[in-house]
């Protein structure tokens, strides 16, 4: 049975949308994510809709308060928990906020990275395939599937509606 972990991730453009804000998860080797680069987020919590979760999830890891923010897509991650745990993520770009941004959290260091640098960073392999969607001009929403097995993807699929 598929009983997803809910989860947002975001990705914060800069005022000039050059520039997105980045975690370099470099604090805690224990975590899954160690040594990558990532938007922001987390779980959803049970009194939250993906929206009012995603802009908690921004202003706890960045300080920043998500005003302007666009669903551009979801994607389904059966196997991909640390402990072959199923996710489901919302996937945002953050296109206005206001605030400081802090330099960093428990989970690692923030980064503002150039958006044509994206491809250069230490990422999962697998965002690759979905992060052209997040900033491209394309009104239509992806809807993905990218099953996980031993921390390697296994196939990636989507639909655009």
């Known amino acids: 049975m598929f009983k997803p972990v809910l989860a947002t991730l975001g990705y914060i453009l800069s005022p000039d949308g050059n520039e997105i804000l980045m975690i370099h998860r470099n604090k805690r080797p224990d975590d899954i994510h160690f040594g990558k680069y990532n938007g922001l987020g987390g779980r959803i919590e049970a009194d939250e809709n993906i929206v009012s979760g995603m802009r908690r999830e921004i202003l706890e890891e960045s300080g920043l308060m998500a005003e302007r923010m ?49 491809s250069t960073l230490s990422l999962w392999p697998s965002d690759r395939f979905f992060l052209p969607m997040v900033f491209d001009d394309d009104p239509r929403p992806f809807h993905g599937s990218m099953p996980y097995h031993n921390g390697e993807m296994v196939s990636w699929s989507y639909e655009r509606l």
Do not use: Q
């Open 70 to 118: 666009a669903l551009r897509g979801t994607i389904s991650w059966p196997g991909f928990g640390k402990n072959g745990e199923d996710w489901f993520g919302f996937i945002f770009r953050i296109e206005s906020w206001h605030g400081d941004a802090s330099t960093g959290n428990h989970e690692g260091t923030l980064e503002w990275v150039p958006l044509t640098s994206l």
